[in-house]
């Protein structure tokens, strides 16, 4: 992969590394101040579901990593190609269901990124 590449790679896994502090850690501190249209009481009562998603994401974030670090050209191709889809994937469903902000923040630039590999 290229060096362009491998940066996207390492920015969304970043991203994600956050995404797991803040589902995990710091939902009742900080979710809502950055989801205030929610009730402060929900917080709580949602914190292990929280934790759950920041979980999934994190699991993401290592696989981003893991696939920048293997030196086999196809097969790290391969884990990024399949890590990459799965995050366009959950964006374009969170874009969905969630908020439209998933769009350009999550599935756009993991989209970009997969094109940087399939080109690459």
């Known amino acids: ?6 940066i996207l790679i390492l920015v969304i896994a970043a991203l994600h590394f956050y995404i797991l502090w803040f589902e995990m850690f710091a939902w009742e501190t900080k979710g809502p101040k950055v989801f205030r249209s929610f009730e402060a009481e929900m917080f709580p009562k949602t914190k292990v579901m929280a934790a ?3 979980l999934y994401n994190g699991f993401l974030a290592v696989g981003l990593l893991w696939s920048v670090l293997i030196r086999d050209p196809a097969w790290s191709q391969n884990v990024a190609l399949f890590f990459l889809g799965c995050v366009f994937v959950a964006g374009v ?3 969905m269901t969630a908020s439209k902000r998933i ?18």
């Open 52 to 54: 759950n998603q920041g």
């Open 1 to 6: 992969m290229g060096i362009l590449t491998t």
């Open 103 to 120: 769009l350009y923040v999550q599935a756009l630039p993991a989209g970009v990124a997969l094109l940087l590999v399939l080109i690459g």
């Open 93 to 95: 469903y969170g874009a």
